[in-house]
């Protein structure tokens, strides 16, 4: 059956791919690198050298250390005792046709670079090779090619393809035909592993399946199994953040990773990088997270974003597992983009909703939608960049090997996709550019703020109507005896503390959906670490101490560089136009006063309309595994952001 039977969604050239056999270094080679994992399967290194032997190996064997998780250590020995008997048996004269890659082409195969003994550089005859030794030789050739040329192609011009592809050729010793290189350059839904295995099945006459299960034969496969506990919202202890902590087995677009969740992905100018995964934000480090984060909004803080962590309020008791990624320069290890980032057991807390595509995807498809990978703020529908880059790096030039990342990460562990949420406004014109994201719309309502110079400035963009509608409402506070106090830095005491959580439950509680994701100790841990980044609006008694005894409500809000977060508000006492004094006209008023561009006041509420906030677009994108799924959920974007676009048309 061809691969084109086998995968419908998928047409592959027909054009045939010729791979050269094996010479016997390379057979020892092989035979070497199966040891050496063996020895890493046996923890039979320090970290050190462990992290030595894999680096080598991912540079020697591009895909070869997916192995270490999916083989059995019984299958790692037996394959290397099996070459070491076929090179036992003796060297035999070449055939006729020489193998095409060059002695220089084999030192760049052999780990560490070593250049080939020429007395053994002969060939053993077809017959004499399992099936199982072509593949793997061919897979890791097919690998490294791939690798090469498809950042090469995307650079390239057209008149420059038929140069590459003849010095791919030159270099790998496999000829690919101008059809095959199109599908190099752009991987159907960015799976660069696809291809290598459909290269495969054309020259071995192989499905891509068949090809796969001879190069990853699964007796290991309850190694790096993995799963959610959906009733509980646990992502099982032994799924797939475990896996990335104990060797950080992922492959990004077919490269390979180190034993901290370290990938080397396909880069831009021929940059290697690694592709990691850290489940604690601690693994990172507050001073490099912070260096990334810059001007970024407070909830991107280290200290926001590991008060989370450390409370229990992101954990797999709660079906939120962290799993931040990072890609790094391989050289320096220095990270060059950082991202929070989650594997989900339910949708909740994400204010993006697809619990219908989850719906359709189990019932309707059959296939399992959590765990899923979110790259967000969790619990927080506010924009900002979702991406940290290093000062003097381009996200655009690193973007395509980040993603490639994370598709890899999706596939290694049967996630049914990434879904990025909120980004800015800058980053999701990158991220659209992106052809395997699907691009999804949604509406909040923002204060834009122009430049007013005082609220009566701001009423002037309003009718006359409108502009007596909101003085009545402000005036509405005095005449029920009612002030506002804003409260930040050293006035956020432990009194604060349980004021602001207990106004937190109050609206959890009134309301059916409300669910409580934060508790009194994450509250405490961000008062204690960030209060100059949080701001306190408390509607008190006229005439009341300042930032001492019992609020009315209140609102807790972040202040940015450049905007202002409305995040949580609560009523002890339900008074007339409370609420968008709170919650509303204070946070403009402040806009205005410290000179922020912008206000957030939280999702939802087309009551804010009428009251100076703007409808205003916030993209999210998302990238899914199962081709099936896909199609459908396109189609429902599509008709979705036409209709948004139609209502503020209207608007």
Known sequence: MSAASETPAVSWPDDEVALPLPRAEELGALADKYRRLAALRQQKNSAADARQALRELSQAFPGSLREIDVLALSTLEARAAELTALLERGAVQP??????????????????????????????????????VRAVHGYHRVMALCLWLKPALRRASADQQADLLQEASDRFGVWLSPAWAQVVRTPPEGRLNTVV???????????????????????????CSHGAEESRGVVEAEGAAEVVEARGAVEAEGATREPNGAVEAPAPKQRELLFTTHERLSDIGRETWERLRGAAPPMLSYDWLEALEDTGCVSRREGWLPMHLALRDAASHEPLVLAPAYLKAHSQGEFVFDQGWAQFCEQRLGAPYYPKLIIAVP???????????????????????????????????????????????????????EPALIERHGVQFHFTNPGYTSFEDFLGRFSSKRRNQIRRERRALVEQGVELQVCGGAELDAERVDEAFELYLTTVRKFYWGRQYLNRAFFEQVFQRMPSALQVVRAVPRGSPHARGRALAGAINLVGEEALYGRYWG???????????????????????????????????????ARGFDPTLTPSFHFLTDSRLRGPVMDHVAREREAIREMLEER
């Open 95 to 132: 055939p006729n046709e020489p193998s095409s890659l060059d002695k220089d082409s084999v030192a760049n195969h052999l780990p560490g670079g070593a250049e080939p003994d020429s007395a053994v550089s002969e060939m053993l005859p077809d017959a004499e090779l399992p099936l199982w």
């Open 197 to 223: 295995f459909a290269l495969l099945d054309a020259a071995l006459g192989l499905t891509p399946n068949a090809a796969r299960g001879v190069v990853f034969p699964m007796e290991a496969g309850a190694h």
């Open 379 to 433: 619990f927080t529908p506010a924009t900002g960049p979702r991406l940290l880059v290093a000062p003097g790096e381009s996200l655009s030039a690193l973007l395509p090997a980040f993603m490639g990342g994370v598709m890899a990460l999706c596939e290694r562990f049967e996630l049914s996709g990434a879904h990025l949420l909120f980004p800015s406004r800058e980053q999701a014109a990158m991220l659209s550019e």
């Open 571 to 609: 009523a002890f006492r339900e008074l007339r136009h409370l609420h968008f004094n709170v919650c509303y006209y204070r946070g403009v008023e402040h806009c205005i006063e410290a000179g922020l561009r912008r206000f957030e006041p939280g999702a939802g509420g087309e009551h804010k309309l």
